[in-house]
């Protein structure tokens, strides 16, 4: 009995023993347990997720989904949202280690406790270098040597690689263009090639070039036709059918790498974009490779204006046209005047134009002419004036009239009144519903319209004042009725100064009567020295040696006789309107073909118009006005015109080697008749002066063949044969 007392008593103290070891060991293990969770305690907001290596990265998870100005960095380009910031520990990237002398490449374990006492147990690890872990992570893996080849071998080697990789891309271009959906991960790809990722330095620069032309054909061809929106996190928690979630994910990947691909883009024109930079190697690798990026994004801007980002890839062309580079400047406007010519609702050209405002406003001397000349091709036709406005007021108190007379009226009548009134309202509020494009029409042309006012009182003697008298000559019936008397009395001083071209000249006559002629009319202005200037300039024209610049003078001439003769014929005597008819049938005389076409249409439409004209090309001496023709006179009023005949420069004219300008001319002799063997075609008749310069239906462009005559008798006569002798040596030629 006593033997087993004994042996119980043994078995419970050998158990209190081995229960006290398990606890001492709990309790160690538990405080380890608790030192490690103050170890990773985070230092910043506990709520914050853990990005894992697994995870998409930043740039994928916070995308700026619109196409809204406050999407682009007006300083630097295409901005991201930040990106979600990973909690940070105080020992991140550290081993564990108690305060135990531990060798390096030693990592602490847990303690047990053996007999009482702890013991610390350690094991050994491998050391790695952390600037080699750094370079393998960013170099991914070695670039293959080539330095033992040979040049030749090295060539041959670069173009194996160069086929390689263009094959591998034409493949993953195709499969986009085929089926973007299914083949959407081979953007990642592409856009690899485009940053030069994963490619040999042999072939990089190529390659890129390569990838960046491929990438802006495949998103110019697979993006939508409408802007992706961004969608919330109550969207994307939504259960979706198969189809749908295969559209987001598209449109997201998509949007993502488009974003990263416009990224690219810009750092390889900031080349281009750096003020700085006025020195450009043509030769350099850089300097090709920024000029693909840059027509990539001209060609995005063009192709893309309805997608996300446009606002942004636009204002990225803008700046391309303010480089000190200038055949890339004439790249981008063409692009930009390309969008101003295709955009039908004018969000994209109010845009373009306040931009171009705000550079003018911080740095007008960034600003060249091509840029102002690409306003020429904007579709404005007509601005809001508040007449819908003004109207939907004056309807709405005619019906509270109406309701406050209600009494007075029978019930059938007022019902009738009151729908009739309603009636007018809705028809009102359905057309403002429908003037989106009227607002920005008349917003674009608002901005336009302060860039040509400042560049006239502030800059009137620079290169900028050229397309802005050109601007102001086509959208002057724009023009707000209060800025009339202001704009009139700023071109009158632009016209009394000596640097003005003649292009420049005309246009500014075009704007005056192009205002005259609308709204203007009731403006108490004498136009007669804007008719002097015209009548001034117009034997200079021949004398423009750009055939170029001559046809442009042509062309503004005929607009400008047409506004100034034709549209104001009840305001115009007959003896200023032979005077001109005199000087244009003088220079028609020396022009080339298509230019001499164009006046003698401008000329057919001044006899149709002023019936008196007639006496100038009568063969009766009885008819013509006593007095001396005074051709060098450059008043119109005073030369006296109807002093002489107009039959010896159309004689002349008839002996034209051109069949098409005989017929003009045989046609204004006969009085301008629609139909009998003298009669024009009709596609000659319905076509514009100024088209005739460029209809090529002329059979050559050469100068005249009257001009050598003509200046030899001006040798004769022993005077220099200029814009001021021009007329005269003509009467004496066609005397002769």
Known sequence: MKKKQDKMNEFIDDYEHARAHQEAEENAEFELMETEQEDVRPTEDPKKEISSDSDESSDDDALPLDMLDDDYDWGGGFIEKEPK?????????????????????????????VDGKIIQRTRTFEVKDEVEDENEEKKGKKEDDFSHLS????????????????????????????????????????????????????????????????????FADIAPGYPIRERSEKELKQKMQKDTRALVNFESTLLSNYLKFLQTLEKQVHYFTNP??????????????????????????????????????????????????????????????????????????????????????????????????????????EVDRGEAKKEKKTLEVKKSQLLKEKKSKTESKFIYQLKQMEHDLKKIEASETLSTKMKYGTETMKNLFLIYFKIIRKMSTTKLLGPVLEGLSKFAHLINIEFF????????????????????????????????????????????????CVFTLIPAIPFEKDNEIRCREVQTLVDCVDLMLNKRKKQVSIGR????????????????????????????CLFLNHSGLSRLIEDDSDVIMNGIYRPDNSD??????????????????????????????????????????????????TMFPRDWITSGLLKSNKSSPFLDQISKVAGKRKIAFSSKTLCSTIEFWLKG
């Open 636 to 685: 119109p009023d005073t030369c006296n015109a109807l002093a002489s005949s107009a039959l010896p420069e159309f004689q002349k004219l008839l002996k034209y080697p051109d069949n098409v300008i005989a017929r003009f001319t045989d046609n204004i002799l006969n009085g301008c008749p629609s139909s009998g063997p003298k009669r024009l075609p009709p596609e000659w008749v």
């Open 276 to 381: 700085k930079q006025r020195l450009f190697d043509e030769n350099h690798e850089y300097f090709k490779l920024g000029i693909v990026a840059a027509r990539a994004m001209g060609q995005l801007a063009v192709k893309l204006t309805h997608f996300n980002y446009a606002t942004n890839v636009i204002s990225c062309v803008i700046r391309l046209a303010t480089s000190n580079y200038h055949p890339l400047v004439l790249e981008a406007c063409d692009s930009l005047s390309t969008v101003l010519k295709e955009d039908l609702h004018f969000k994209i050209s109010f845009h373009i134009v306040k931009t171009i405002s705000g550079f003018l406003s911080k740095k007008s001397n960034c600003i060249s002419p091509e840029i102002l000349s690409i306003f020429l091709s904007l579709n404005v036709k």
């Open 485 to 532: 008397d202001d704009l009139i009395g700023s071109l009158e001083e632009l016209l009394e100064m000596q640097h003005l071209s003649i292009v420049d000249g005309l246009n500014s006559v075009k704007t005056v009567f192009t205002i005259l002629s609308g709204e203007g009319m009731a403006l108490n202005i004498d136009p007669f020295k804007f008719y002097k």
């Open 85 to 113: 910031q990973e909690i940070e520990s105080d020992d991140e990237g550290e081993i564990r280690r108690f305060h135990t002398d531990l060798k390096e490449g030693e990592e602490a374990l847990l303690p047990i406790k």
């Open 577 to 604: 309107v032979s005077a001109f008819v005199k000087r244009l049938l003088a220079i028609s005389l020396v022009l080339p073909s298509n230019q001499s076409a164009a006046i003698l249409a401008c000329l057919r």
């Open 151 to 218: 040049a030749a071998e090295l060539m041959l080697k670069r173009k194996e690689l160069l086929e390689a990789a263009k094959n591998t891309i034409a493949v993953l271009s195709l499969a986009l263009t085929a089926d973007p959906q299914k083949s959407i991960s081979n953007l990642k790809q592409l856009l690899d090639f485009a940053c030069g990722k994963k490619v040999h330095s042999l072939i990089k620069m190529s390659i890129q070039k390569l990838a960046i032309a491929s990438l802006t054909k495949v």
